[in-house]
C-alpha cells in the first residue's frame, strides 16, 4: 500500500490491471472519494448520473447532487411537482424518499451521506440498504411514497458509481425533473463549492429501514401479470434446471425469496466481490459460459438460463434448443413476450420498444394486429405506454439492452420479472424458451440484430460529442449508397428519433448514437443473415471514426 497514486484515475488502472492485487488499493479509492473537491459536470443521462469513483463521482458531488434535488423540492416549483406527481414540498416531506443502493464499493457510505442531507430538511426516509432497481420502482408504488435515490451505476464497471432518481409513479425521473436538478446542480458546481457544503455534516443517521423485496413479492401479487404459483407448481413438478447467474449483484437472494429454496435452481457468483472478478458486470455473451455449463452438464428436460446486471434491471436468456444451449437476448425476448402475452394470456395493447431495436417484433405485430410505438434509446420514454392511465397502454415495453417490462407492472426495466415471465412461458407452453423461439420464427421471418459501440475521450461526453456525430446526418442522404461488405446498399431512410438510423434497401440497417452515460459511441445493427452482421458493424464503425476525426 506504499504505492502514490496521482489521482483516483490512476489508481483505478492500477486495481483493474490485476484485481485479485488491486483490491487492496480500495482504500485508497475511499481517500479520494472523500477528499476530493473538484466539481464535476453532472449529466442525467437514459439511466441516472454516472461517474467514477473518486474522479467525478466523490462524497462531495453526491452532497452537491443531493443537495440540488432539495433546493427543487423547496422551491415548489409548479411544473417541477407536476412532473413528479406531488403537491409540493410539504407533500414530499410527508411521503417520504426511499435510499439504498447496489451492493458496489461505498454504496452504503454513499447513501447515508444523502439520508442525512435528505433529514436534516425534515424528509421522511426509508432505508432499503441493498436493493434492486425494479425494488425501488415497485416500492415507491406500495409505499406511496414522493420517490427514490439508488445509488448504483447499473450495469457499468467497477470503478464507476451512480445516482438514479425515480418519482412517484415509480419510474425513472423525466427531463422535465432531472433538467432542473442537472442545472441546479451544475450551478452549485460553479460556486464555492467548499463554502455550499463544507457545514453540512452528516449525522449518525438513524432511519426507517425497508424491506423492499418483500414489498416486492406483494406488488407481483396484486398486479397478477404474473401468475407466481403457476411458476413455482411447474418448478416442483416438472423435470428442470434453471441457473441463474447473479454476478456479485444485488440480484443476489431476490428469486430465492419469491420461489423458494430449491436445488432445481442453481445460484452463481452470489459472493460480495466490488471487483465482479474483474469483468464488465453486464448481461453479454461471454459473460454466459457459467450459465451454459450449468446446462450443459444436465439432463433435465426443461433447461433455463439467465444472467442479471448488479441492480437487476437487465437481463440475457440461455435456453435449450434440441440438444444444443442457444442465448435469447432481448431483441428476441421482447418480441417473444408480446407473443406469449398477447396469444397466450389474451392482453390486448401496443408494443413499445426502443427505436434500435429488431423488427422482429415489428413483423409480430403486424400480423397480430397490434401496433408498434417506437421511442428514443431510454426505458423513461415508455412511461406514456405504461401508465395505468394510458389510452395506448403497452403489453410489454423493451429496449434491445436487456430491459423489459410489461403490462400493469412497474415503469422500470426489470430483470426479475423478466426471468420469471420465462418461467411461465415454460409453464404454459410446455416449450423450451429456444423451441418456442425457432416456432416463432418459423412463423414471423428471421432477423438477425447485435449492438456494439466504441470508446471515445471522456471530454466528448454530452454535447461536444452530439456535434461530432451529427457530421454524419449531413453527409449520408436517402438514395445515396454506401459499400457494405463488398456489395452496394442504397440508403431506403434515415430515421433520427435517437442518434442516426440509417436503413438500407435489404432490409438491414444501423443505428449510431452516443451513450448517455459512458464516453462511448454505441452502434445498434440488424442484418438478414448471421454472416452479414460483421460487414454492418464495420461500416458503423467506419462512418463514426470519420465523423470524430473531423
Given at each position: 500500500?506504499?504505492?502514490?497514486?496521482?489521482?483516483?484515475?490512476?489508481?483505478?488502472?492500477?486495481?483493474?490491471?490485476?484485481?485479485?492485487?488491486?483490491?487492496?488499493?480500495?482504500?485508497?479509492?475511499?481517500?479520494f472519494?472523500?477528499?476530493?473537491?473538484?466539481?464535476?459536470?453532472?449529466?442525467f443521462?437514459?439511466?441516472?448520473?454516472?461517474?467514477e469513483?473518486?474522479?467525478?463521482?466523490?462524497?462531495?458531488?453526491?452532497?452537491?447532487?443531493t443537495?440540488?434535488?432539495?433546493?427543487?423540492?423547496?422551491?415548489?416549483?409548479?411544473?417541477?411537482?407536476q412532473?413528479?406527481?406531488?403537491?409540493?414540498?410539504?407533500?414530499?416531506?410527508?411521503r417520504?424518499?426511499?435510499?439504498?443502493?447496489?451492493?458496489?464499493?461505498?454504496?452504503?457510505e454513499?447513501?447515508?451521506?444523502?439520508i442525512?442531507?435528505?433529514?436534516k430538511e425534515?424528509?421522511?426516509?426509508w432505508?432499503?440498504?441493498?436493493?434492486?432497481?425494479?425494488?425501488?420502482s415497485?416500492?415507491?408504488?406500495?409505499?406511496?411514497?414522493a420517490?427514490?435515490i439508488?445509488?448504483?451505476?447499473?450495469?457499468?464497471?467497477?470503478?464507476?458509481?451512480?445516482?438514479?432518481?425515480?418519482?412517484?409513479?415509480?419510474?425513472?425521473?423525466?427531463?422535465?425533473?432531472?433538467?432542473?436538478i442537472?442545472?441546479?446542480?451544475?450551478?452549485?458546481?460553479?460556486?464555492?463549492?467548499?463554502?455550499?457544503?463544507?457545514s453540512?455534516?452528516?449525522?449518525?443517521?438513524?432511519?426507517?429501514?425497508?424491506?423492499?423485496?418483500?414489498?416486492?413479492?406483494k406488488?407481483?401479487?396484486?398486479?397478477?401479470?404474473?401468475?407466481l404459483?403457476?411458476?413455482?407448481?411447474?418448478i416442483?413438478?416438472?423435470?428442470?434446471?434453471i441457473?441463474?447467474?447473479?454476478?456479485h449483484?444485488?440480484?443476489?437472494?431476490?428469486?430465492?425469496?419469491?420461489?423458494?429454496?430449491t436445488?432445481k435452481?442453481?445460484?452463481?457468483r452470489?459472493?460480495?466481490d466490488?471487483?465482479?472478478?474483474?469483468?464488465?458486470?453486464?448481461?453479454?455473451?461471454?459473460?454466459m459460459?457459467?450459465?451454459?455449463?450449468?446446462?450443459?452438464?444436465?439432463?433435465?428436460?426443461?433447461?433455463?438460463?439467465a444472467?442479471?446486471?448488479?441492480?437487476?434491471?437487465?437481463?440475457r436468456?440461455a435456453?435449450?434448443?434440441?440438444?444444443?444451449?442457444?442465448q435469447?437476448?432481448?431483441?428476441?425476448?421482447?418480441?417473444?413476450s408480446?407473443?406469449f402475452?398477447?396469444?397466450?394470456?389474451?392482453?390486448?395493447?401496443?408494443v413499445?420498444?426502443?427505436?434500435?431495436?429488431?423488427?422482429f417484433?415489428n413483423?409480430?405485430?403486424?400480423?397480430?394486429g397490434?401496433?408498434?410505438i417506437?421511442?428514443?434509446?431510454?426505458?423513461?420514454?415508455?412511461?406514456?405506454?405504461?401508465l395505468?392511465?394510458?389510452?395506448?397502454?403497452?403489453?410489454?415495453?423493451?429496449?434491445?439492452?436487456d430491459?423489459?417490462?410489461?403490462?400493469n407492472?412497474t415503469?422500470?426495466?426489470?430483470?426479475?420479472?423478466?426471468?420469471?415471465l420465462?418461467?411461465e412461458?415454460?409453464?404454459?407452453?410446455?416449450?423450451?424458451?429456444g423451441?418456442?423461439?425457432?416456432?416463432?420464427?418459423?412463423?414471423?421471418?428471421?432477423?438477425y440484430?447485435?449492438?456494439?459501440?466504441?470508446?471515445?475521450?471522456?471530454?466528448?461526453?454530452?454535447?461536444?460529442?452530439?456535434?461530432?456525430?451529427?457530421?454524419?446526418?449531413?453527409k449520408?442522404?436517402?438514395?445515396?449508397?454506401?459499400g457494405?461488405?463488398g456489395q452496394?446498399?442504397?440508403?431506403?431512410d434515415?430515421?433520427?428519433?435517437?442518434?442516426?438510423?440509417?436503413?438500407?434497401d435489404?432490409?438491414?440497417?444501423?443505428?449510431?448514437?452516443?451513450?448517455?452515460?459512458?464516453?462511448?459511441?454505441?452502434?445498434?445493427i440488424?442484418?438478414?443473415?448471421?454472416?452479414?452482421?460483421?460487414?454492418?458493424?464495420?461500416?458503423?464503425?467506419?462512418?463514426t471514426?470519420?465523423?470524430?476525426?473531423?
Amino acid at each position: 500500500m506504499s504505492q502514490q497514486f496521482e489521482n483516483a484515475a490512476a489508481c483505478w488502472k492500477t486495481i483493474l490491471s490485476d484485481v485479485s492485487k488491486g483490491k487492496e488499493f480500495l482504500p485508497v479509492i475511499e481517500k479520494f472519494a472523500r477528499e476530493n473537491m473538484n466539481p464535476s459536470k453532472i449529466v442525467f443521462g437514459t439511466s441516472g448520473w454516472r461517474g467514477e469513483i473518486g474522479t467525478d463521482f466523490t462524497f462531495n458531488n453526491v452532497r452537491i447532487v443531493t443537495s440540488a434535488i432539495i433546493e427543487a423540492f423547496r422551491s415548489n416549483d409548479r411544473s417541477f411537482m407536476q412532473a413528479m406527481g406531488v403537491s409540493g414540498f410539504d407533500e414530499i416531506k410527508k411521503r417520504g424518499v426511499i435510499v439504498g443502493h447496489d451492493n458496489r464499493f461505498l454504496g452504503r457510505e454513499f447513501a447515508m451521506e444523502a439520508i442525512g442531507l435528505l433529514q436534516k430538511e425534515g424528509i421522511r426516509t426509508w432505508y432499503a440498504k441493498e436493493a434492486t432497481t425494479p425494488e425501488f420502482s415497485a416500492g415507491i408504488e406500495m409505499l406511496k411514497a414522493a420517490c427514490s435515490i439508488n445509488l448504483t451505476p447499473s450495469h457499468n464497471p467497477a470503478n464507476y458509481a451512480g445516482f438514479k432518481f425515480n418519482s412517484s409513479d415509480g419510474g425513472p425521473a423525466g427531463t422535465e425533473i432531472t433538467s432542473v436538478i442537472e442545472e441546479t446542480a451544475n450551478r452549485m458546481m460553479g460556486l464555492s463549492v467548499k463554502c455550499q457544503v463544507s457545514s453540512v455534516k452528516c449525522p449518525s443517521v438513524k432511519c426507517q429501514e425497508i424491506d423492499l423485496t418483500d414489498l416486492y413479492i406483494k406488488y407481483i401479487l396484486e398486479r397478477k401479470t404474473l401468475d407466481l404459483e403457476k411458476i413455482r407448481d411447474f418448478i416442483n413438478n416438472e423435470d428442470c434446471i434453471i441457473c441463474v447467474d447473479n454476478v456479485h449483484g444485488a440480484t443476489r437472494g431476490r428469486i430465492q425469496r419469491i420461489l423458494g429454496e430449491t436445488l432445481k435452481i442453481k445460484y452463481l457468483r452470489t459472493e460480495d466481490d466490488y471487483l465482479f472478478g474483474g469483468i464488465a458486470p453486464e448481461p453479454s455473451e461471454k459473460n454466459m459460459k457459467g450459465v451454459e455449463s450449468v446446462l450443459r452438464e444436465s439432463a433435465a428436460l426443461f433447461k433455463l438460463g439467465a444472467i442479471m446486471d448488479p441492480d437487476g434491471d437487465r437481463i440475457r436468456y440461455a435456453a435449450r434448443y434440441s440438444n444444443n444451449i442457444v442465448q435469447i437476448p432481448m431483441n428476441y425476448f421482447g418480441a417473444m413476450s408480446l407473443h406469449f402475452l398477447h396469444v397466450y394470456k389474451k392482453i390486448s395493447g401496443i408494443v413499445a420498444k426502443s427505436v434500435g431495436t429488431s423488427n422482429f417484433v415489428n413483423a409480430i405485430a403486424e400480423k397480430l394486429g397490434i401496433k408498434v410505438i417506437e421511442t428514443k434509446v431510454g426505458f423513461k420514454n415508455f412511461r406514456p405506454y405504461m401508465l395505468s392511465t394510458s389510452s395506448e397502454r403497452a403489453i410489454v415495453a423493451f429496449e434491445e439492452s436487456d430491459g423489459i417490462s410489461a403490462y400493469n407492472h412497474t415503469l422500470e426495466k426489470d430483470a426479475l420479472f423478466g426471468f420469471l415471465l420465462s418461467i411461465e412461458m415454460m409453464a404454459v407452453t410446455g416449450k423450451n424458451l429456444g423451441e418456442y423461439l425457432k416456432g416463432i420464427m418459423d412463423e414471423y421471418g428471421y432477423y438477425y440484430p447485435d449492438r456494439s459501440g466504441i470508446e471515445v475521450d471522456r471530454s466528448f461526453v454530452g454535447e461536444p460529442l452530439l456535434k461530432k456525430l451529427a457530421v454524419i446526418q449531413e453527409k449520408y442522404k436517402k438514395g445515396d449508397a454506401i459499400g457494405i461488405g463488398g456489395q452496394e446498399r442504397v440508403i431506403k431512410d434515415i430515421i433520427t428519433v435517437d442518434g442516426i438510423k440509417i436503413v438500407f434497401d435489404d432490409g438491414s440497417w444501423l443505428m449510431i448514437r452516443p451513450s448517455g452515460t459512458e464516453p462511448k459511441v454505441r452502434f445498434y445493427i440488424e442484418a438478414r443473415t448471421e454472416e452479414g452482421k460483421k460487414a454492418v458493424f464495420e461500416t458503423a464503425e467506419r462512418i463514426t471514426k470519420e465523423a470524430l476525426s473531423n
